[in-house]
């Protein structure tokens, strides 16, 4: 019998323990000139339920979310985090898969369910599907039929809310926009912009004050460009050449944060992006709190709190 690998799973919430504690000693290699002060956080590790986690964690500041399988989930943030007092939020059955999810201000859920086939290679491929819409306690506002929505391989993120109700959802041929009630309004084309390799992907962050970004790699983890979502009664793609300047690592990755996109760096830091001053400001250094820095997925839940997940292999 074949051996195979055991994924282990691990998340890890992380309190600062002070901030603002003086400047850094040594500048970080390749760190954006700008000021930057040290931070130190402390880590609790959280117990998990056995099961595969897909890369998905978000919040609106009164739940932490979650999908696993084909089911969504949420725990309250009134008191300690615990997955004994997860509830469910929406599952689905037979062939479908619940393929991504988005929040919006208001506390509504966007859900996407898909049909999943496989390819020669034995690799997902989700064919049409539908989009959900309905409010934090479970009414549904709508569900829309979409046969035609293919999203793209290689991509976890295909979902992001926006101002008025709006949400985006990244397909293979560009990026649709839907209103509040559900109505189709646009297409974004991202003709020129995919990736341009097989092992590329492209995903939808969202950062500062409800931005979208559409991120286009050209391989598994350095970033090629990315774009912000502009224009309310037009919506486009913008180019944001600014985000990556700074960075000329060869191994980062992005997070999505309400207070600014989220950065992993090779120097071992993270980072957050403010748009005011259009600079990276570091976070921590994953070394002062002992801390791998080969996370998978980073969450900010308060201005104080990172929620760190891990996948390793055995």
Request: overall charge negative.
């Amino acid at each position: 019998m074949k051996n195979f690998s055991k994924i282990l799973y691990r998340l890890l919430l992380l309190a600062s323990l002070f901030t603002a504690c003086g400047k850094a000693d040594e500048k970080p290699p390749d760190a954006p000139a700008a000021e930057e002060a040290d931070y130190i956080y402390v880590s609790k590790e959280i117990s998990a339920p056995a099961g595969s986690y897909s890369n998905s964690f978000q919040t609106d500041g009164g739940y932490l979310y979650y999908s696993m399988y084909s089911a969504l989930y949420r725990i309250p943030l009134d008191g300690e985090i615990s997955f004994d007092n997860r509830q469910l939020v929406s599952t689905v059955s037979g062939d479908a898969l619940l393929t991504g999810y988005t929040l919006d201000d208001g506390g509504d859920i966007y859900l996407l369910v898909q049909n999943i086939s496989y390819g020669t290679d034995y690799s997902a491929v989700y064919r049409g599907g539908t989009l959900i819409r309905q409010t934090e306690t479970g009414d549904k506002i709508y569900e829309l039929a979409l046969p035609d929505i293919h999203t793209p391989a290689n991509s976890s993120r295909c979902l992001a809310a926006g101002k008025e109700g709006q949400v985006f959802l990244l397909a293979e041929d560009g990026i649709h926009v839907f209103d509040a009630e559900g109505n189709f309004l646009t297409r974004i084309s991202t003709d020129g912009c995919k990736p341009q390799d097989q092992g590329g992907n492209e995903n939808l962050l969202t950062g500062e004050a409800g931005r979208i970004y559409y991120l286009v790699c050209n391989d598994y983890s350095s970033p090629s460009a990315i774009y912000e979502i502009t224009g309310s009664g037009t919506p486009q793609l913008t180019r944001r050449d600014e985000i990556l300047n700074d960075i000329d690592d060869l191994r980062f990755t992005f997070f999505s944060s309400s207070g600014g996109l989220l950065c992993g760096r090779e120097d071992g830091s993270l980072y957050e992006y403010s748009e005011s001053d259009t600079v990276w400001h570091q976070v921590l250094r994953w070394q002062d709190s002992s801390l791998s820095m080969d996370v998978s997925e980073v969450t900010r839940l308060t201005p104080d709190t990172l929620l760190v997940y891990y996948t390793s292999y055995e």
